[in-house]
């Protein structure tokens, strides 16, 4: 079979396996999570035994170890998987909430009913747990997923992929519903990208080059989960040890992740008495600086940033740093070297509190917090397919609820147009 | 200047202009819709001889008369434009709303807030009265809006957006809050179909042709409002006379409009009661017919219907009839065929009536009432930017609460994570 046929049976099995999935009972679906959560830690030994595989041909090709490490599976990892395919029976199934409901003056009673999206594809990495993470989501919203891992992690991704879809048909599900591309040619990618009418939807999870070459690429709607440039801004009314205690959480406790900040934005009535001691701490851990000129006024010894750093998502310990003149030269910065993730306030002062949350445009600002919480579990949604940085359909952290749509039931007695 | 560094920079201001309107008063808002009603009335003359020169080069370029009724202005549409603009000053402001709040174990108090968008970039035909229609509904709604019509109506969409955006200031509100791109090239599409970071999203309005393309060049977010392949299934449960009505009323009220009926499904065991009287009715108005075979056993002189009639929106008074054996073979036919706008059942069956709503996959559907209410107006939502056939973010009529989304706000005292 030509490689574009292959693949559009595959999509064309999935969107007939939503159709089915949409109407498959909240309980069906829990079973089913329950099931696929069991069958990994059953068959835990034959997926680390293809996940060896992976693991050595990407040695062989001399992947870094941080990709490596990635891409590695152990049996607390899958221990993991379950755990985490067990809370997502767990939650509420948004399926078929009514959103709201209202009759016209013509007796027309109009419903707005949640439903899921249909057949979402996800394009992803090196790391073969997000396999088993996404059909979790997707399957409990009520829409059939299209999995396309990367190429390093193929043997491991099938083999996840075999093992959690073997009993869905014992609970009405088809094992379309949880599909994924067996093929590592990138011209499947271009395929998935331009099924219209066949997928939905399209979420990348991976890095910013990924993100941006689907975005590019696809005809059909993406959810771009998109880099974090994320700052915190210590007003001149902030309480400063707070500030130091924010500040060292959303740039040292995980500096690898989105939600850490990249970015110190301090005022400059305030500078000369935050810097110094925070610097030393921060300095303390590892953490290099580079500062604004106003800054290496202060802390002589750091390095300059440079135009280039306030866009950079270090991913890393590394903070740059620039004092600022107002509140608003800091929301003016934000709005246009940050990523529209994640951004942070500390400060007493009411007004200057509200005026940054409001003109601030991203998915989620903080007064007085660490921006460390922008995730799905310590948002409270249980669970997360990823922290929107787009301006439409879902914005910060996507679960269940942001993995469905709504549709209008209009129900009459015979009412025609006059 | 450059045509590239032209478009960025009207982009650029669009961009700031919409962070001030963000921040605008319901109010001042509404004062500002009401003064650009108010300035269409006065200067009308000025832009009926604008727009005299759109028609008259439309004339001798050998443009279709219904192209040229499209293009054509008069007094009452002037006020039609002035009315529209009065109604949305007079619906209610989506912005601020607080769409759900909760509190976390740790204290942190989470509140999901509506804001607008940030920049929509509206890409329309010859139709001028898109200008203030789409102007009004993005300034109520917070969004700066980048507005770019066909070249065969420049000269009136100018005068327009000149009449219209000329008092702005007063209120609050920078010019650039409803901008227009005022050089006919089609590159400065391309420009603003790929500029990320200054356009949110892109709402293409038009025919099929304009909206597939916007959606295969656009690397921002596109919502689509797509064909309407809408259908009729009359189910052996139903009541024949009020079937008869409701058909007749979505074929025929107005066919030229995309939430009237293409294809008309007719179950086996009520067709040969149904479709002889209704053909009649049909085609005594003028209706031409297509048939599926079954349908042309029992009228016999209609003509065959190809698979291609199924597909197409005809826009015209021509109907698609078929046979189908069950209610399932009707939702299958429509979720094939149909572009997953509005769809309709008659029936006296709940339980046929429920599969039928729950299977359906598309943005409206219908119990007993004619598909022609698929209209912002009619839904109570005041007004429309167009009918969305896509399956994320809004689907159906969308009206001002479709034109925002949401941010977290999220207010701590100290907390960090541990």
Redesign the interface.
Known sequence: MLLKDKIEKILRDAKEAS?VL??VPTKDKNKALLAMAQALLKKSRYILLRNAKDVSLARKKGLSSAMVDRLKLTDKRIKEMAASLRSVAALKDPVGDVIAQ?K?PNQ?L?KKVRVP??VIGIIYESRPDVTSDCAGLCLKSGNACVLRGGSKAINSNLAIHGVITKGLKKFGIPDAAVSAIDVTDRKAVEFLLNAQGLV??IIPRGGEGLIKKV??ES?I???KHYKGVCSLYVDRFA?LK?AA??A???KV?RPGVCNAIENLLVHKDVANRFLPALARTLEGVGVELRGCQKTRRILKDIKAATEEDWYTEYLDLILAVKVVASADEAVAFI?KYGSRHSDAIVTKNKKVAEEF???V??????????T???DGH???LGAEIGIST????A??PMALEELT??????????????
Chains 1, 2 share one sequence.
């Not at 445009?361 to 660490?370: E, I």
């Open positions: 159709r949409a109407g209202w016209r027309l109009i999206i249909g939905d939807l975005a590019e005809t709607p993406v959810i309480d707070e205690d924010i060292y959480n959303a406790q709005n949350l409001n003109q445009d991203s998915a989620c600002v903080y007064l007085n917090a660490s460390r919480f922008t310590q948002f409270g787009d301006k439409i359909h914005r910060g749509i709504y549709k209008y039931i209009v129900l009459g007695s015979g009412q025609i147009r006059t």
